[in-house]
């Protein structure tokens, strides 16, 4: 199996942060590895024992507390399962899947099938959304009411913008280390409001692995005649990669009546007075549309 790190000593480094991440959170915690078709997940489990099961697919290229800890004000009413993406940085196997067919529908629904979930609510940002768009388009009978936030799969933004803030700055990252263009990068990703420990967090990643370049596919109105779950999408006027004017034009396409759409003037990564809007705006939608 070829590795999607670097160096063991990067690999290291990224999974002690994941722990150092980790220890912020108050739930208390299960972990354990589930076997699926395409190998060894790691799952996170916390929230309250009774409540209703929730799914939150992890940011791409990232580690798994960091786009969890987005969601940690759902932990005191639902039940959460939070698979590292396979593929992914964190303790998951290293088998990279295409997220351009089947392959995360059949992944999700062998995780669903160990822990005997029939059917139930979803949460992804970025990548993740494009991961739970794959299972909406193969198992919309998987889904009982899905939040995509910041999310893939539905329209990209300017290449030419991603290229002159993101690529080239990266570029100089990773020739020289140096820190002006990862503040940069962290900067435009946030709308100038990442914390140190993100920042950190990305820019070990960037450092020490090989990133996963493919985007999951642009959703087709096509692929979603059959699926029909109430729909939360939040996106951002100043998200580089997945920017809200070309979001919203395409969900309503994409959803129709079962569409809520929210849009603020954030970056890709919400700052924490967003995250607070966020978290209000699923609560309202979950009560409403996952009793």
């Excluded at 299960?30 to 060894?40: A, H, L």
């Excluded at 998951?92 to 995780?111: G, Q």
């Excluded at 998987?142 to 290229?163: D, H, Q, T």
């Excluded at 020490?208 to 087709?220: F, H, I, N, R």
Aim: proline fraction near 4%.
């Amino acid at each position: 199996m070829k590795t999607i790190y670097k160096s063991q000593e990067g690999k290291e480094k990224i999974l002690s942060q994941y722990e150092e991440y980790l220890a912020q959170f108050d739930s208390l915690l299960e972990r354990e590895y589930v076997q699926t078709r395409f190998g060894s997940t790691h799952v996170l489990k916390m929230g309250k024992e009774d409540g209703k099961p929730l799914f939150i697919f992890q940011g791409g290229n990232c580690i798994n507390p960091v786009t969890l800890s987005w969601f940690k004000g759902l932990l005191k009413e639902y039940k959460i399962y939070a698979p590292d993406t396979i593929g992914h940085p964190g303790y998951s196997d290293e088998t990279r899947i295409s997220a351009s067919d089947k392959s995360f529908a059949h992944w999700i629904h062998d995780l669903m099938d160990y822990y005997q979930i029939e059917r139930c609510g979803f949460i992804g940002p970025s990548y993740g959304a494009g991961i739970i768009l794959r299972l909406a388009a193969f198992m919309p009978e998987k889904i009982e009411c899905a939040v995509l936030v910041a999310p893939a799969g539905v329209a990209l933004g300017s290449k030419l913008k991603m290229i002159k803030d993101i690529l080239v700055p990266l570029l100089i990252y990773k020739m020289n280390g140096s820190a002006k263009s990862l503040k940069q990068i962290a900067n435009v990703m946030s709308f100038n409001t990442m914390n140190s420990l993100d920042e950190s967090i990305i820019g070990n990643i960037f450092k020490y692995t090989y990133l996963e370049q493919e985007m999951p596919k642009l959703t087709s109105a096509e692929e979603l005649k059959k699926y029909g779950a109430p729909t939360l999408v939040i996106t951002g006027t100043e998200d580089v990669f997945f920017p809200e004017k070309q979001s919203s034009q395409k969900t309503a396409g994409l959803f129709g009546d079962q569409l809520e759409l929210k849009r603020y003037s954030m970056g890709h990564f919400p700052s924490e007075e967003y995250l607070e809007k966020i978290d209000t705006d699923i609560k309202t939608f979950l009560k409403k549309n996952y009793n």
